[in-house]
């Protein structure tokens, strides 16, 4: 079903400098220089190895490099999927203990008697959890290439164009101009990089391979040993003693026309008018397993046997390259408006103004989404989805391991794959998760007393036993963790109807949550539901509380995925009859959500629980049921679902901890419940806090603290999923699109109702869109335009009105057919407020006036001294009728206010009066003609004074 694997075991990497063919690379420039949304170039590069988060990315989700530095200093960082820290011999495997039922039953009973210290402290006992297999990710090695100086360096650039997957350097000086471009081929598994010598002149170059110190790895007890000649470039590392004598290889075949000469471990190539460079990274596991020593292994020279039977024209490589690399990337596109001039800007220039600007930069947005699509193709292959770091890190000192993490990180990664059309690097993720079933079957049988799956937490490869269990991390109770694993594979199955992939992949997976639901869930409560006893809601903890609790909605939701899911699977493919009524009673007697006295949908719906929401976390693990369910919609459940808009307005008054998965979750959260006002200030925090490297790779946090790619392979999904949200008979369009986006169009997206969204386009200023959708089955499809539908035409189909009122048409499509489809939809509302004169009676300092609650940037805010009786008042520029009045509160909001109306600014009159206000986003319902409007102040909600986001009049 999935592309046929085309690299070997090990990674090539081919590093070319020749005279420029004609063809690509000159398409490239010349792309570059036309502005192509595509491609984005960068005028500064790292000063220093330390920089190496600033480097261009390639890679084929086997190997990846790094490129970076001055031009005639480059350094190349090699890195491969299966470079971690080798086991120990001490500790090869994760362990832990097969808890006993009573104890397990203990726990329950506590939990359920609502005593959650004892339970959590007895479920931290018993555990046993010790640590072991693979460590940390790690860089291999460097590649240096060092040239004579030739006077100064000007014109420099340097760029990624993501259609093809080239990276490229520009450069000139006193001999003439200098390009080097590099790729990773999928098809070859070979990336390229190759410079022509300037007209009329030849280049020397120095090649040599090393670890750096910056890459810490030495430290860890990694040795290493050059045996370089000129025919070969060889480096050769040992793990730490103790480690089954594991180690790794790097070696590079060097093809010239110039003359080749040792210095020391390094290589001089003089007089050339090109040099081609192939290399090979190997890990070689030791006699774990009952292997062979690694010395054993390279002393076979099995990477030199290789390379010499590798080609070295790189025409031939850079076609079959760019073809197979531009089938999967141009299956879809994106178009944001932006001008050819803009698009040609440097993404250091793009940042600038974005951070200067409260609305979108549309050629900044593009940049981001292809970004994102690139390195999600490029971190991904047949056994291998991106692990936090992708797969680039120049130091193994990286946070949290670089592992796979399964409760966000992993789920936000390849989120764009299925509904992106990218079934190349889904099959890494698919592949993965087959290989973990049988160590998630150990966490269950072990820890929980069940069959069925649990999942790993984290892990670095395709081991999945549990990891890291402990007091404050009691994660064997997470219980919906493997149904947010397998949420891609039913998604996968919804756009394609694939029945085969159904049978074969998802099946024989989800059919193990049926024997873990069925012996997991056996408690009652008084109304008859089944009882999570033993629930948690990562990475959260009630306040005051401890983690381990009952009834998390991350499980429930979990739960009920999973049953729902299987049931349809069981009877589309007609297997296990005999259990559908088991699991179907499990799925009838599921805890319901429950809405707490905020108006918000309770955390744990649990009674003593449900009123302790921690919306000031970085997760949303609350929220599951909104995003990536999909459960709930304003068709399904609308008092759920207005409950869901409210813990997402109280979560939005918080900053996520500046986590970057936290950002993104939330903005597809925002995205599904119509919420473009949330979405855009969390795509903008991206684009203005630092979350992006020169290079468009991203942090974890924001201000380049961090580096890690969940964040760039993520916003694509916030991007397409605010452009189009789908569900099986559903098409909703531009649910939440940013206001500053105006005009633009999308091609090429899959919905999960098995059709393409072969083109939409839209221009929010005439309130008109046009979407162009081929099904691949017969189907009468619901159109949704939530803000209400004017006039809908189509000479393709003959539209039908829908239940569900002015909103929606149906859409009665033929397989394979074509249909196009326009429709002016309801004006927008006007905020009267946005950009007018503002007043306050205080403001806490220079940054936070007035006018910030007034600018339309929701990462902007007024906020006032500890004064109960603060005021903040727009003038509205004329008189009008009033209709409501939105108020988005920070953490400091007023717990009792007034808000009050003028038509000269002196004299005032109530409109609306509130005394138990619980902060986050209110929509104030008012009535009267006004030309100023106030918010005046009358009891503090905590110890600051009132801090306001956004003040909106209608």
Do not use: C
């Not at 210290?117 to 046993?128: I, M, P």
């Not at 290493?224 to 070969?232: A, E, K, L, R």
């Not at 593009?366 to 936090?388: N, Q, V």
């Not at 009524?581 to 108006?599: A, C, E, M, S, T």
């Amino acid at each position: 079903m999935f592309p046929r694997r085309l690299a070997g075991v090990a990674a090539v990497l081919l590093l070319t400098w020749m005279i420029q063919p004609a063809g690509a690379a000159a398409d490239h420039a010349a792309a570059a220089a036309a502005g192509s949304p595509t491609t984005a170039i960068s005028t500064t590069y790292p000063q220093s190895y330390a920089d190496w988060a600033n480097g261009l990315l390639a890679g084929n989700g086997k190997q990846g490099i790094i490129v970076f530095g001055n031009p005639r200093n480059e350094t190349v960082v090699f890195n491969d999927k299966r470079f971690f820290m080798a086991r120990t011999e001490a500790h090869p495997h994760r362990t832990f203990n097969t808890v006993s039922a009573a104890n397990l039953q203990t726990i329950q009973n506590e939990l359920v008697a609502g005593q959650y210290q004892q339970a959590n402290q007895l479920a931290a006992d018993v555990q046993g959890y010790q640590g072991g297999g693979e460590g940390s990710k790690h860089p291999g090695f460097k590649m240096t290439m060092t040239m004579p100086d030739a006077g100064t360096v000007t014109n420099y650039s340097r760029s990624t164009d993501y259609a093809s997957g080239v990276v490229s350097v520009n450069w000139a000086d006193n001999k003439g101009t200098w390009k080097r471009d590099s790729f990773v081929s999928r098809t070859d598994g070979v990336a390229v990089q190759y410079m022509p010598a300037p007209s009329g002149q030849k280049l020397n170059v120095t090649l040599g391979l090393s670890i750096d110190p910056g890459m810490n790895l030495t430290s860890k007890g990694i040795t290493y040993t050059n045996t370089s000649n000129v025919n070969f470039l060889d480096l050769r590392a040992k793990y730490p003693n103790g480690s089954y004598n594991a180690g790794y290889e790097g070696v590079t075949r060097i093809v010239t026309d110039g003359t080749k000469t040792m210095d020391g471990t390094n290589v001089a190539v003089s007089n050339a008018s090109y040099v081609t460079l192939l290399s090979l990274t190997q890990r070689y596991n030791g006699t774990y397993n009952g292997g062979v020593t690694a010395e054993t292994e390279w002393n076979k020279q099995p990477l030199q046997s290789k390379l010499s039977g590798i080609t070295s024209d790189y025409a031939t490589l850079l076609s079959r390259h760019t073809a197979e690399h531009r089938e999967i990337f141009g299956r879809v596109s994106i178009d944001f408006g932006a001008s050819a001039t803009d698009r040609a800007k440097s993404t250091e220039q793009l940042f600038a103004e974005q951070k200067a600007s409260s609305v979108p930069v549309p050629a900044l947005y593009e940049r981001m989404f292809y970004a994102g699509r690139y390195h999600l193709l490029a971190s991904s292959d047949e056994t291998s989805a991106p692990d936090l770091l992708g797969n680039w890190t120049g130091d193994s000192n990286v946070g949290w391991d670089g592992y796979y993490h399964l409760d966000a990180n992993l789920n936000l990664q390849i989120s764009s794959g299925n509904i992106g059309n990218m079934p190349e690097a889904m099959a890494g993720y698919f592949y993965l998760n087959q290989q973990w079933q049988k160590d998630f079957r150990t966490n269950a049988g072990k820890l929980l007393g069940t069959r069925g799956m649990l999942t790993g937490g984290n892990t670095p490869n395709e081991e999945g036993l549990i990891s890291n269990i402990n007091f404050d991390y009691p994660y064997q109770y997470v219980t919906g963790g493997e149904s947010w694993l397998l949420y891609p594979f039913w998604e996968y199955y919804e756009i394609s109807g694939d029945t085969t992939f159904l049978a074969n992949k998802y099946y024989p997976l989800i059919r193990d949550m049926g024997d873990f639901y069925e012996d997991f869930l056996k408690k009652k409560d008084a109304n008859g539901n089944y009882i999570f006893a033993g629930s948690i809601s990562p990475e959260n903890t009630p306040p005051g509380g401890v983690p381990l609790a009952v009834n998390s909605v991350y499980d429930i939701s979990g739960a009920r995925f999973a049953l729902s899911t299987l049931i349809q699977t069981s009877k589309t493919l007609g297997r296990d009859a005999d259990k559908i009524p088991v699991w179907q009673d499990r799925l009838d007697h599921l805890p319901p959500y429950i809405i707490n006295n905020d108006g918000a949908l309770a955390e744990w719906a649990w009674p003593g629980l449900a009123n302790k929401n921690n919306y000031q976390h970085r997760h949303s693990s609350g929220l599951m049921p909104v995003w990536p369910y999909r459960e709930i919609t304003p068709e399904t459940n609308l008092a759920q679902y207005n409950a869901a808009k409210v813990f997402l307005q109280k979560k939005d008054t918080g900053n996520y901890e500046n986590a970057g998965h936290g950002l993104l979750h939330g903005a597809l959260i925002a995205a599904d419940l119509g919420d473009a006002g949330s979405v855009n200030a969390k795509l903008l925090r991206f684009a203005k806090e630092d979350y992006y490297y020169t290079g468009m790779g991203t942090s974890h946090y924001n201000n380049h603290n961090v580096f890690a790619t969940d964040v760039a392979n993520g916003v694509p999904t916030v991007m397409m999923e605010m452009l189009a949200a789908t569900k099986p008979g559903t098409l909703e369009l531009l649910p939440a699109l940013p206001p500053g986006l105006k005009k633009g169009a999308v091609s090429g997206l899959l919905g999960k109702s098995r059709f393409t969204i072969d083109n939409l386009t839209w221009d929010l200023d005439a309130h008109t869109a046009k979407v162009t959708l081929t099904s691949s089955i017969d189907q009468n499809l619901t159109l949704i335009q939530r803000a209400g539908i004017s006039s809908i035409t189509s000479g393709d189909v003959t539209i039908q009105n829908s239940p569900l009122g002015n909103i929606a048409r149906v859409l009665p499509l033929t397989k394979g057919k074509a249909v196009t489809v326009n429709l002016t939809f309801s004006a927008p509302r006007s905020n009267l407020a946005l950009g007018r004169t503002a007043a306050a009676s205080s403001s806490s300092n220079g940054d936070q006036v007035a006018s910030k609650a007034f600018d339309g940037d929701l990462g902007t805010r007024w906020s006032a001294d500890q004064d109960p009786n603060n005021w903040i008042q727009v003038d509205l520029g004329n008189t009008y009728d009033l209709s409501e009045v939105d108020l988005h509160w920070e953490a400091s909001f007023a717990k009792a206010y007034k808000l009050q109306a003028s038509t000269d600014g002196a004299s005032w009159h109530d409109l609306y009066t509130r005394t138990n206000s619980s902060g986050g986003n209110e929509k104030i319902p008012v009535s009267g003609s006004a030309r100023y409007v106030r918010m005046q102040g009358q009891q503090l909600s905590g110890q600051w004074g009132y801090s306001l986001y956004e003040m909106e009049v209608y």
